[in-house]
């Protein structure tokens, strides 16, 4: 299982905890593959960018417009977080939802 976020993330501090022996990948530091934030986007859409983040506020409105996963590919941490692949499905956040899915 891996968890994709931001070491200094709070939530992926708890997913990360209550998820023994996940591991994390700091998204600022190894980026995520083209492939998986396709994947991703193509899973959750729009609801992958957090524009609530100071990151999104500091975005001029022509940046806004970019496309979304060109916005994740410069700005990592305009991902929701955590985002985090069990090997069979990819979950987003760590709501009740989550984990519930992933913690039983």
């Known amino acids: 299982m891996r968890i994709y976020g931001l070491k200094t993330c709070d939530t992926c501090r708890k997913a990360a905890k209550a998820l023994d022996g996940a591991e994390v990948i700091d998204i600022r530091h190894m ?3 083209p492939e998986l934030r396709a994947r991703a986007f193509e ?3 729009a609801a992958l960018l957090n524009t609530r ?3 999104w ?3 001029s409105e022509a940046e806004r417009a ?3 996963l060109e916005l994740l590919e410069a700005h990592p941490a305009l991902m929701k977080r955590p985002l985090i692949d069990d090997d ?3 979950h987003l ?3 009740k939802d989550v984990q519930a ?3 039983g």
């Open 31 to 33: 980026p995520m593959a």
């Open 43 to 45: 899973t959750f859409g």
């Open 53 to 55: 983040s100071t990151t």
């Open 57 to 59: 506020r500091g975005l």
């Open 66 to 68: 970019r496309p979304p």
């Open 88 to 90: 069979t499905a990819l």
């Open 93 to 95: 956040g760590w709501g």
């Open 101 to 103: 899915a992933l913690l």
